[in-house]
């Protein structure tokens, strides 16, 4: 090592020496050290005038006070150490907690490749143990079906759970969107109320950020789109601009005061809580809609194949996702990075909106031209689900491209698949069976793979 650390070193040693035998009330043996060893150094000799000035404290507390320093013990020492090892290379001397690092990077990794983890992981390497890889069982994964809901009388078009999980809103071509309440202990499902009268049936719903309103639209010919007061039941608004319109999609502002809908007729709108227009943008086939956190950028699909951003306030348009066959419906992950696409005869893709870049293809869903709906879902949006025509569910590991489920039960197209954003073991299906499906974990473990379970879930939930 080049001189200055050496000497630097031996200063930050002998200071320890000196600052100990003062506490210790050796003052003789303190003003060796300064005179004989510190002094001949020649290093920081600033430092050394204030170091002699302690040789007036009258008592060790008095001492520790001015020097800043908490005594000679393991704490000091360790901290001595600390600085002696900046100036050390690593084949000299490990730095410190080496050992720590590397097995928390382990639990990391073991984290990384478990396919079900679903759960928080404290990263604390108390609340691992270190025996066993780490490993979370298929069992404790959404796969189950635990309720199979029946009230809608047609096919099941859309569900959608409420941003805080309590609730979850399914749509249906019998004209009516249910409104179910999540149980926070069992997480089973009950029927809350019935939002009645949409002719066309429903095919997309929308929560505002507070889930306070619930806006409902229908298919391709519905030029009306309903505002609905989730709490009281009650209609807020009904809107339509005219009869010629098709209003389809619908996304809010995050600000909860503003919403966009628009169609493939070519109406892009938005508008305020009374179904007021605020602003139109001529011209745009909307097929799906996204409003982004910073509440400037509207995301829409059209009919060209791509994704382009739209802002209303300086009213500039720009390209950001391309495809080479219509995007059906999209979804946003909640950091705004991500976009999960069902494209027409491809199946579901994964785009990153910053680089704007397609970042994975997802294997195994069967997609024609229906629109299904996808969603991003599990503890940190690690999981992907999607409906398919082949009446499944598949879920994948955001990072892989094979399914790690595949879900059977429902009978005909699986339309759209909602996980809860606050329970990441639940999820909901809709399908044209008339059915929505619940999912969650196996209901029943033997006596063994509790214990297993227990044990991952305690050393894995923080």
């Given at each position: ?376 879902g599990g503890h940190n949006e690690d999981f992907i689900a999607s409906g398919s025509e082949d009446h499944k569910v598949y879920i994948w590991h955001r990072r892989g ?62």
């Open positions: 090592y080049h001189r200055p650390s050496w000497r630097r070193m031996k200063f930050l040693l002998l200071q320890q020496k000196y600052l100990e035998y003062l506490e210790d009330g050796k003052v003789l043996e303190a003003l060796q050290v300064l005179r004989g060893e510190l002094t001949p150094l020649k290093y920081n000799t600033d430092r050394i005038h204030v170091l002699s000035g302690y040789l007036m404290c009258s008592h060790a507390e008095d001492l520790k006070a001015k020097a800043e320093w908490e005594g000679k013990g393991t704490a000091s020492r360790c901290r001595l150490l600390d600085k002696l090892q900046t100036y050390l290379p690593p084949s000299v001397m490990l730095p410190p907690r080496r050992l720590q690092t590397l097995l928390r990077q382990a639990v990391e990794l073991q984290r990384d490749r478990c396919l079900y983890h679903n759960t928080k992981l404290d990263s604390s390497l108390d609340s691992v143990s270190l025996l066993l890889d780490h490993v979370c069982s298929r069992k404790q994964f959404p796969c189950y079906t635990q309720q199979i809901l029946t009230e809608h009388c047609n096919e099941v078009w859309f569900c959608k759970f409420s941003n805080d999980g309590t609730k979850l809103a399914t749509g249906s071509k019998d004209t009516t969107v249910i409104i179910w309440q999540v149980d926070p202990e069992s997480h089973q499902l009950k029927l809350l109320r019935t939002l009645e009268g949409h002719a066309y049936g429903v095919s997309y719903l929308a929560w505002s950020p507070d889930d306070t309103y619930l806006i409902a639209c229908g298919p391709d010919d519905c030029s009306e789109l309903w505002l609905w007061n989730v709490q009281t039941g009650e209609l807020r608004t009904k809107m339509s601009q005219s009869h010629e319109d098709s209003l389809t999609s619908v996304a809010w502002n995050p600000d909860g005061k503003r919403f966009v809908t628009g169609g493939q007729r070519g109406q892009f709108y938005q508008c305020d809580l009374d179904g007021n227009l605020l602003d139109s943008w001529e011209g745009v086939r909307v097929q799906c809609l996204w409003c982004l956190g910073d509440g400037r950028a509207v995301l829409a699909s059209d009919t060209h194949q791509r994704i382009r951003g739209y802002n209303f306030e300086d009213l500039t348009d720009r390209n950001i996702v391309q495809e080479d066959h219509p995007i059906m419906s999209f979804t946003v992950s909640k950091n705004g990075r991500l976009a999960l696409l069902n494209v027409a005869t491809q199946g579901v893709h994964l785009w990153d909106l910053q680089d704007r870049v397609l970042v994975r293809k997802y294997q195994g869903v069967t997609q024609g031209f229906y629109t299904i709906h996808s969603c991003f491209e094979l399914p790690i489920a595949e879900l059977t039960g429902h009978t005909r197209t699986v339309n759209c698949v909602s996980w809860n954003p606050a329970i990441p073991g639940l999820m909901a299906s809709a399908s044209d069976d008339g059915t929505v499906r619940v999912w969650g974990p196996a209901p029943f473990l033997d006596s063994q793979e509790a214990e297993a379970l227990n044990e991952n879930c305690s050393n894995m939930d923080s």
